[in-house]
T-cell receptor
Framework: GAGVSQTPSNKVTEKGKYVELRCDPISGHTALYWYRQSLGQGPEFLIYFQGTGAADDSGLPNDRFFAVRPEGSVSTLKIQRTERGDSAVYLC???????????FGPGTRLLVL | RKEVEQDPGPFNVPEGATVAFNCTYSNSASQSFFWYRQDCRKEPKLLMSVYSSGNEDGRFTAQLNRASQYISLLIRDSKLSDSATYLCVVRENTGKLIFGQGTTLQVKP
C-alpha cells in the first residue's frame, strides 16, 4: 500500500518568508509525528497528533512553528518568518496507534537563504 | 547531556567483518528501544526492536542492558549493502521517538 508522503520534496525560501509543509500519512493511522533532522544529527521530535489534536507539542522550538491536522489525516507544518537556522529536513511519521511502529515519509528538505 | 548518545564513527570495515555499535540512554523509565537504519538522503527505517532478552534477525543481534542503560547492535559478516547510518532510538510513553546522533558504517570491498 501507499506509504507516508510529503510535499514538497524540496523547498527553497528566503529569510523572513512563510512556508507550509504537508504530510499525508498512511491511511488508517491515527498517530502522526513531525521531526526535524539537521545535517549530521538524528531526527528531533517536534509535535505529535493523536487524531485531530496535538497531544504533545513540546518539541516545537518557538512560536514561529505551528502544525495542524484538521480532519485527522493530512497534517501541515507551518513556519512563519523563516530563519536560516530553520534549514533542515522535516520528516513526518505515522503509526496505527502511538504504541505501534512509526513509518517515515521521505521528508521535505527546507533551505532558507 | 543528550538523552541518547552514540559514537558517530565513521566505522570503516572490510566485507565479512563483525562490527558492534553501542548506545546509552539517560531516562531510566524508558520502555521501548529500537535500531533504525538511514541511508544517505533517505528516511529512517526500522531495523529491529531491542529486548532485554536479546534478539536476533539474521546477521543482526540487538541487546539491551537496563541496569546500565545501554543498547547494542552487532552485525556479523558485513555486506557492502550494510553501509548506512544506524540510529539508536528510545520511545517514550507518548510514542515520541528520541534518536541518537547516529553511527555511520562504511563497509569496503
Amino acid at each position: 500500500g501507499a506509504g507516508v508522503s510529503q510535499t514538497p520534496s524540496n523547498k527553497v525560501t528566503e529569510k523572513g518568508k512563510y512556508v507550509e509543509l504537508r504530510c499525508d500519512p498512511i491511511s488508517g493511522h491515527t498517530a502522526l509525528y513531525w521531526y526535524r533532522q539537521s545535517l549530521g544529527q538524528g531526527p528531533e521530535f517536534l509535535i505529535y497528533f493523536q487524531g485531530t489534536g496535538a497531544a504533545d507539542d513540546s518539541g516545537l522550538p518557538n512560536d514561529r512553528f505551528f502544525a495542524v491536522r484538521p480532519e485527522g489525516s493530512v497534517s501541515t507544518l507551518k513556519i512563519q518568518r523563516t530563519e536560516r537556522g530553520d534549514s533542515a529536513v522535516y520528516l513526518c511519521a505515522s503509526s496505527y496507534t502511538y504504541r505501534e511502529t512509526q513509518y517515515f515519509g521521505p521528508g521535505t528538505r527546507l533551505l532558507v537563504l | 547531556r543528550k538523552e541518547v548518545e552514540q559514537d558517530p564513527g565513521p566505522f570503516n570495515v572490510p566485507e565479512g567483518a563483525t562490527v558492534a555499535f553501542n548506545c546509552t540512554y539517560s531516562n531510566s523509565a524508558s520502555q521501548s528501544f529500537f535500531w533504525y537504519r538511514q541511508d544517505c538522503r533517505k528516511e529512517p527505517k526500522l531495523l529491529m526492536s531491542v529486548y532485554s532478552s536479546g534478539n536476533e534477525d539474521g546477521r543482526f543481534t540487538a541487546q539491551l542492558n537496563r541496569a546500565s542503560q545501554y543498547i547494542s547492535l552487532l552485525i556479523r559478516d558485513s555486506k557492502l549493502s550494510d553501509s548506512a547510518t544506524y540510529l539508536c532510538v528510545v520511545r517514550e510513553n507518548t510514542g515520541k521517538l528520541i534518536f541518537g546522533q547516529g553511527t555511520t558504517l562504511q563497509v569496503k570491498p
